[in-house]
């Protein structure tokens, strides 16, 4: 296989106008063009399964070959194996070599494109290494707890944000597929499914949080070519294409990953400079693999390692200014805040020398990205357009966040995207502010009023509708730059919530850190995760409120099926709204994924509609829900009283 300079691939993969950048001549790095994710390509007659090919109804195949040419059925084939390559890295000016799981043959896995009311196949191949015995602890010979991580080739797949089915075929994390076994899913993508951005990786409880790491994740973007009509919403896609300068669905992903490789000694031990960052000697080869070192909550600021856009670490990126892009901002890392800005670069000159510490790092931030802020328009957050379009300068990303901001850059330059940790880290004093990429607008447009540019493009864009919708929506716009035309779901209000009388459900984060006698725990309402369990019992088709705190570090929470949508983030203390800060813009947003601080109470509303079943809600920090941080929650039927009808199992 031929692969460029980096490791991450062959060919310059952009479709779009941000294209492979001439970089800079000022800078002394090596170029390294930014990448889109190349589009998995379907099996283009049939949805055989390459282990079982004879495996199906012949008399169906017919039909089945239909349906695929008419676009209802689409099928796919997602290997996972480990594959070599390298990783730039700008502490050392070199190039890393890497060996790590991946989703295909290059370690940017490919973008998996969905339409509503279309039957997706995904044929998951697990190629890793076997692991004999992976279950065993080998000090005792018994089997590890649950919630001790454990068998890390072991996978499944899971649709993140995705309003599906959760059993079955379907978005079922709780199946395990072993090195060796291959397994077709099968989504059944509701006609009403909004579209928007997804993404997908493994979520088998205990190797989540090391396959992520390795890097196994990959954007799922629902295609939305749906106008609004007077009757209902539309996609926001419709709105946008034709005044975008990235139109197309692939170039747009900006796949975010932090993985912690690392390369060890003759005893297992991490490789480390006397400055304790993580290194490389020639002929080591970085691995993720150690769970305990890898994923301690210091080890990411510690390694020195860095930030990637779409596989590759401090990417180029070419723009014109006066454009309009979007980028659908994956956060596909597993633990870390990141706070991502655009700014325009100050000094220049400053950008490129050798980094010898995290303090460097920082110093050199505060060096060049100086100029005035790039705003970034958010339109949509996890996948699911804003009621109003938010302006920011500072994007609040956590792990399994997504966000669509639209940008404009304002003039010619070089502008630096960087992470401006700025304090607000987790961890106390391992502020770590780092330079994730460039981007080098060459032209002679000048935007001096942004905002003004985006409500003019979207304008542009509304003035392509018929009918009275088109007045709709270009009222809208002109208020505020107001979405409602594209929102996805109606909101829930008092009346809703309060017809179905059902208690609040609460759920609550407790982290224990380790001491000399035990090990750390990880609870949601004081209990850790047993499979056996059954915590929530929801009924298919009502509406309820969830309230959500922590005691003591903030946890994303994520749950898998229904979005929920935000009525209030309130202080604990002063019992005033926050609506500032990591929170802002978002109170009636709709989301999947949201950051419970400890200082504040949150209520979400939720609707169970359509799908019934066993699924799981959980801390997106993915180690700590392969550590027990991670609830079994089921919808159920209601019986003839509007009480849970009982189940046949558990
Ligand atoms: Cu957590």
Same mark, same amino acid.
């Given at each position: 296989?031929?692969?460029?300079r980096n490791g991450? !691939?062959?060919?310059?993969l952009?479709?779009?106008s941000?294209?492979? +950048?001439a970089?800079?001549?000022?800078?002394?790095? =090596?170029?390294r063009?930014?990448?889109a994710p190349?589009?998995?390509?379907?099996?283009?007659q049939?949805?055989r @399964?390459?282990a079982?090919?004879? !495996?199906y109804?012949l008399l169906?195949?017919?039909?089945?070959?239909?349906?695929?040419?008419? !676009?209802?059925e689409?099928?796919?084939?997602l290997?996972?194996?480990?594959t070599d390559?390298?990783?730039y890295?700008p502490?050392t000016?070199?190039?890393d070599k890497?060996?790590?799981?991946?989703?295909?043959d290059k /370690?940017l896995?490919p973008?998996?494109?969905?339409? =509503?009311?279309?039957?997706v196949?995904?044929s998951?191949?697990?190629q890793?290494d076997?692991?004999?015995?992976c279950n065993?602890d080998?000090s005792t010979g018994?089997?590890w707890p649950t919630?001790h991580?454990?068998?890390f080739?072991?996978?499944n797949?899971?649709?993140?944000?995705? *309003?599906?089915?959760p059993? &079955? %075929?379907?978005?079922?994390?709780?199946?395990?597929?072993?090195?060796?076994?291959?397994f077709?899913y099968?989504y059944?993508?509701?006609?009403d499914?909004?579209? &928007?951005t997804? *993404?997908?990786?493994?979520h088998?409880h205990?190797?989540t949080?090391?396959?992520v790491g390795?890097?196994?994740?990959?954007?799922?973007?629902?295609? &939305?070519?749906r106008?609004p009509?007077?009757?209902s919403?539309g996609?926001l896609?419709?709105?946008?294409?034709?005044?975008?300068?990235?139109?197309?669905?692939?170039?747009?992903?900006?796949?975010i990953q932090?993985i912690?490789?690392a390369?060890?000694?003759d005893?297992g031990q991490i490789?480390k400079?006397?400055? $304790?960052?993580?290194?490389?000697?020639d002929?080591k080869i970085?691995?993720?693999k150690?769970?305990?070192?890898q /994923?301690d909550f210091r +080890?990411?600021g510690?390694?020195?390692r860095?930030?990637m856009f779409?596989?590759t670490v401090?990417?180029q990126?070419?723009?014109?200014p006066g454009q309009?892009?979007?980028?659908r901002?994956?956060h596909a890392?597993?633990?870390?805040?990141i706070n991502?800005r655009?700014?325009k670069?100050?000094?220049? +000159?400053?950008?490129?020398?050798?980094l010898k510490s995290v303090?460097?790092q920082?110093?050199?931030?505060?060096?060049?990205?100086?100029?005035a802020d790039?705003t970034?328009?958010?339109?949509?957050?996890d996948?699911?357009t804003?009621p109003?379009?938010y +302006? $920011?300068?500072?994007?609040n990303?956590?792990?399994g966040?997504r966000?669509d901001?639209? /940008?404009?850059?304002?003039?010619?330059?070089r502008?630096?995207?960087? @992470?401006?940790s700025?304090g607000k880290?987790?961890v106390?004093?391992e502020?770590?502010?780092k330079i994730?990429?460039?981007?080098?607008?060459v032209g002679?447009? #000048?935007?001096?009023?942004?905002t $003004?540019?985006?409500?003019?493009?979207?304008?542009?864009g509304?003035?392509?509708l018929?009918?009275?919708?088109? @007045?709709?929506v270009?009222?809208?716009?002109?208020d505020?730059? $107001?979405?409602?035309?594209y929102?996805p779901?109606?909101?829930?209000t008092d009346?809703e919530?309060a017809? *179905? #009388?059902q208690?609040?459900?609460?759920?609550q984060?407790?982290?224990?850190g380790?001491?000399?006698?035990? =090990?750390?725990?990880?609870?949601?309402? &004081?209990k850790?995760?047993?499979?056996e369990v059954?915590?929530?019992?929801l009924i298919?088709?009502?509406a309820?409120?969830w309230?959500?705190?922590?005691?003591?570090?903030s946890?994303?929470?994520h749950i898998h099926v229904n979005p929920?949508?935000i009525?209030s983030?309130?202080d604990?203390v002063t019992k005033?709204?926050v609506? @500032?800060?990591?929170?802002?813009?978002?109170?009636?947003?709709?989301k999947?994924?949201l950051?419970?601080?400890?200082?504040?109470e949150?209520t979400?509303?939720?609707?169970y %509609?359509?799908?019934?079943?066993?699924?799981?809600?959980h801390?997106?920090?993915l180690d700590h829900e392969d550590?027990?941080?991670?609830?079994n929650?089921?919808?159920v039927l209601p019986d003839?009283?509007?009480?849970?009808?009982?189940?046949?199992h558990h």
């Amino acid at each position: 296989m031929v692969r460029n300079r980096n490791g991450w !691939g062959g060919a310059a993969l952009l479709g779009t106008s941000l294209m492979l +950048a001439a970089c800079g001549s000022v800078s002394a790095e =090596p170029p390294r063009p930014l990448q889109a994710p190349a589009l998995l390509q379907p099996e283009a007659q049939s949805p055989r @399964d390459p282990a079982k090919p004879k !495996g199906y109804n012949l008399l169906s195949m017919g039909a089945l070959t239909q349906a695929i040419q008419q !676009g209802r059925e689409i099928h796919y084939i997602l290997p996972i194996h480990y594959t070599d390559g390298t990783i730039y890295n700008p502490a050392t000016g070199t190039d890393d070599k890497v060996r790590l799981r991946s989703y295909g043959d290059k /370690f940017l896995a490919p973008t998996i494109l969905m339409q =509503p009311g279309q039957t997706v196949r995904i044929s998951l191949l697990n190629q890793l290494d076997p692991e004999p015995n992976c279950n065993i602890d080998p000090s005792t010979g018994k089997p590890w707890p649950t919630n001790h991580p454990h068998c890390f080739n072991n996978t499944n797949l899971h649709s993140h944000g995705l *309003w599906v089915s959760p059993t &079955g %075929n379907s978005d079922n994390v709780l199946l395990n597929i072993e090195p060796g076994v291959n397994f077709q899913y099968e989504y059944n993508v509701p006609e009403d499914h909004p579209a &928007g951005t997804f *993404w997908y990786h493994p979520h088998k409880h205990g190797s989540t949080a090391m396959q992520v790491g390795s890097g196994m994740a990959g954007a799922l973007v629902i295609k &939305g070519e749906r106008p609004p009509t007077e009757q209902s919403n539309g996609d926001l896609d419709t709105l946008l294409q034709p005044v975008l300068a990235n139109a197309d669905y692939g170039g747009q992903v900006m796949l975010i990953q932090q993985i912690p490789y690392a390369c060890f000694d003759d005893k297992g031990q991490i490789i480390k400079d006397k400055a $304790k960052r993580w290194v490389c000697p020639d002929g080591k080869i970085g691995q993720v693999k150690d769970f305990d070192a890898q /994923f301690d909550f210091r +080890a990411w600021g510690e390694s020195g390692r860095y930030t990637m856009f779409n596989g590759t670490v401090r990417p180029q990126m070419a723009a014109k200014p006066g454009q309009l892009y979007r980028w659908r901002l994956i956060h596909a890392g597993v633990e870390e805040t990141i706070n991502l800005r655009i700014r325009k670069i100050g000094n220049v +000159a400053r950008v490129a020398s050798l980094l010898k510490s995290v303090k460097e790092q920082e110093q050199e931030v505060l060096r060049a990205c100086t100029g005035a802020d790039v705003t970034q328009y958010e339109v949509a957050t996890d996948g699911l357009t804003r009621p109003s379009v938010y +302006a $920011k300068s500072v994007n609040n990303l956590q792990p399994g966040y997504r966000s669509d901001i639209l /940008f404009v850059l304002p003039e010619a330059g070089r502008y630096c995207v960087y @992470d401006d940790s700025d304090g607000k880290d987790q961890v106390a004093g391992e502020d770590n502010a780092k330079i994730i990429g460039f981007i080098d607008a060459v032209g002679t447009d #000048k935007v001096p009023d942004t905002t $003004k540019f985006v409500q003019d493009k979207l304008l542009e864009g509304a003035a392509r509708l018929t009918g009275p919708v088109r @007045d709709t929506v270009t009222a809208d716009i002109n208020d505020g730059l $107001k979405l409602t035309k594209y929102v996805p779901h109606a909101t829930i209000t008092d009346a809703e919530i309060a017809k *179905w #009388k059902q208690p609040d459900v609460n759920i609550q984060f407790n982290l224990i850190g380790s001491t000399a006698t035990s =090990p750390a725990q990880f609870l949601i309402n &004081g209990k850790e995760y047993d499979p056996e369990v059954v915590n929530q019992t929801l009924i298919l088709g009502t509406a309820q409120q969830w309230v959500l705190s922590s005691l003591n570090v903030s946890h994303p929470f994520h749950i898998h099926v229904n979005p929920f949508q935000i009525v209030s983030i309130v202080d604990k203390v002063t019992k005033k709204e926050v609506t @500032d800060g990591i929170y802002a813009g978002m109170k009636g947003t709709w989301k999947d994924t949201l950051i419970t601080a400890t200082n504040v109470e949150i209520t979400l509303r939720t609707r169970y %509609n359509r799908y019934i079943g066993e699924y799981v809600l959980h801390c997106h920090i993915l180690d700590h829900e392969d550590q027990g941080m991670m609830q079994n929650v089921q919808i159920v039927l209601p019986d003839g009283e509007g009480k849970p009808m009982p189940q046949g199992h558990h």
